[in-house]
């Protein structure tokens, strides 16, 4: 009963400032305020999508609003923000992890009368597995002051402004047709290199994405990396079609993905790469063949003790030791 009642307090404190802008002062004495819009506010499950958190200058001075420090993660999600999804039964929805290590800061400008944004892509915080009302509360701490290009130190900031605010999201059964024109929309974005839709697709687990991928990465090598998660031969190709690149990194990102593809037959094509001429694609093959626990994998690991790159060799001896392989 206890828990229910400090539930229905979080629950009311979290609707008092729903949706609903604040006004701040900066400590040099200029007004903004901050607002949260959501892309939608009603999805179909497996639907991505992003939340503006709009920092919108009501000063008669352009403004400066602090920018990174805390992106450098598998998503480029900017840890500093405090993000929790909560359920129907007000239990938070467990955050995919990750590890940041910091990021390149500055100062972003939010000229007089208009906006900077931060946008925040919803399955970077949370992974919504079912239908249903969510509530979502985002607590950043900001650091605004008089945008002056010649005053851009970081030596003597001022203090962090404490902003707390909640919007709500009702997801709902997915609809065939109305998906596909979801992922028609990002999909073409995606080929435009537009930074919303690369952001977006990786979290589309429907195979009516992957020709867009498979066109994005013609230019965009890294988004391969997306393709892994389909056991569909149309992926597959698309991730094989760089294999032979001459950008040594965009192999790198061949030889990582066919390392995690659920494809059967990935693993026949990365160990072709056993050979490539960049050693940290040889070490990728190098640990897919320890972890992997397959009849043939120690023979070739043997093979591969003479590689010319001495974190190689050790690898590969690390390998067979733990399988208890004597080594001359």
């Known amino acids: 009963m206890k828990n229910c009642f400090l539930c229905l307090i979080l629950f009311l404190c979290l609707l008092v400032s729903m949706s609903k802008a604040e006004v701040f002062t900066s400590a040099d004495g200029y007004k903004f305020d901050v607002n949260l819009k959501p892309q939608k506010t009603s999805i179909m499950l497996g639907e991505p999508v992003f939340i503006d958190f709009e920092v919108k200058n009501l000063s008669d001075v352009d403004l400066g609003v602090l920018w990174g420090g805390d992106y450098r993660n598998e998503f480029g999600r900017p840890d500093s923000f405090d993000v929790k999804v ?10 995919p992890e990750t590890n940041t290590f910091g990021g390149l800061s500055t100062f972003q400008k939010s000229p007089v009368g208009q906006s900077y944004n931060f946008r925040l892509y919803l399955p970077h915080w949370a992974t919504i597995e079912k239908t249903g ?3 979502i509360q985002i607590i950043k701490g900001l650091v605004v002051k008089k ?4 005053n851009m130190r970081f030596d003597n900031l001022p203090d962090e402004i404490p902003v707390k605010l909640a919007t709500k999201i009702n997801v709902i059964t997915p609809d065939f047709e109305k998906m596909g024109e979801v992922i028609d929309t990002i999909g073409k974005d995606l080929i435009k290199g537009d930074d919303t839709a690369q952001r977006l697709a990786p979290f589309i687990y429907d195979e009516r994405i992957i020709k867009y991928l498979a066109q994005a990465i013609e230019k965009n090598y890294w988004l391969m990396r997306h393709l892994a998660k389909f056991n569909n031969d149309a992926a597959l190709n698309a991730i094989v ?11 790198r990102n061949v030889s990582i993905t066919l390392a995690s593809s659920l494809h059967p037959k990935a693993a026949n094509f990365l160990l072709q790469m056993r050979n490539d001429k960049f050693y940290a694609i040889r070490l990728d093959v190098i640990h897919y063949l320890g972890k992997t626990q397959k009849a043939n994998t120690t023979q070739i690991l043997k093979e591969m003790m003479n590689d010319e790159n001495e974190s190689n060799r050790n690898e590969v001896k690390r390998y067979l030791k733990e399988r208890g392989e004597k080594l001359k």
């Not at 909560?86 to 955050?95: G, L, M, N, R, S």
């Not at 079609?241 to 192999?251: G, V």
């Open 241 to 251: 079609s760089r294999i032979d690149d001459d950008d040594q990194e965009a192999r």
């Open 86 to 95: 909560y359920d129907a039964d007000f239990k938070i929805v467990p955050k």
């Open 147 to 150: 945008y002056d290009l010649k």
């Open 133 to 135: 009302d969510y509530q």
